[in-house]
T-cell receptor, first 115, second 115 residues
């Protein structure tokens, strides 16, 4: 299995809702990442998990809460989001934190719309 | 600080022709990695080609090759025999080999292959 699987593919949520994004990989990668991508822009790093521990939080607002239950799973819990949080949320993984020569494997993303 | 610049927001090429996408970067690091990622309308970021800065030889992956000019800090991507499936956004990225866990992405070049 050489994929990163993200669910759901699309999500529409109200500003008072609580929802979660899920990311899964079975490549034995020990680092996982959340990126946010606005239209026609490059991805922006949000969080890095290394060996299931949060290594980097790029000053992301607390309404985004990451969780890494095990080495294969990464969740992003969403609460009280704003319309400007609407974006494509990409998950990625790599063999170790700091992707190095092998680069990242990305999922297809979740398209989030906050109404 | 590292920066990556892609000066061509959009390009087009006829099917079967060759096209070159430009990327320049700035870094004070001695060793680093450079990447080209492709993001088709399906949204998934796909690693196209990678280069280690200390390797003189230009990387090649089938129809994709790079022209890596370390002194000029240039890392262009050449696509030969362009195919309709090459239509995508292409991002150039760099990463320090010192393990900062962070890609620096360029702003992207939207490539359209014309039939």
């Amino acid at each position: 299995d050489t994929e990163v699987t993200q669910t759901p593919k699309h999500l529409v949520m109200g500003m008072t809702n609580k929802k979660s994004l899920k990311c899964e990989q079975h490549m034995g990668h020990r680092a996982m990442y959340w990126y946010k991508q606005k239209a026609k822009k490059p991805p922006e790093l949000m969080f890095v998990y290394s060996y299931e521990k949060l290594s980097i939080n790029e000053s992301v607002p607390s309404r985004f809460s990451p969780e890494c239950p095990n080495s294969s799973l990464l969740n992003l819990h969403l609460h009280a989001l704003q319309p400007e949080d609407s974006a494509l949320y990409l998950c990625a993984s790599s063999q170790a934190a700091g992707a190095g020569y092998n680069g990242y494997t990305f999922g297809s993303g979740t398209r989030l719309t906050v109404v | 600080a590292q920066t990556v610049t892609q000066s061509q927001p959009e390009m087009s090429v006829q099917e079967a022709e060759t096209v070159t996408l430009s990327c320049t970067y700035d870094t004070s690091e001695n060793n680093y990695y450079l990447f080209w990622y492709k993001q088709p309308p399906s949204r998934q970021m796909i690693l196209v080609i990678r280069q280690e800065a200390y390797k003189q030889q230009n990387a090649t992956e089938n129809r994709f090759s790079v022209n890596f000019q370390k002194a000029a800090k240039s890392f262009s991507l050449k696509i030969s025999d362009s195919q309709l499936g090459d239509t995508a956004m292409y991002f150039c990225a760099s990463e320090s080999a010192s393990g900062t866990y962070k890609y620096i992405f360029g702003t992207g070049t939207r490539l359209k292959v014309l039939a």
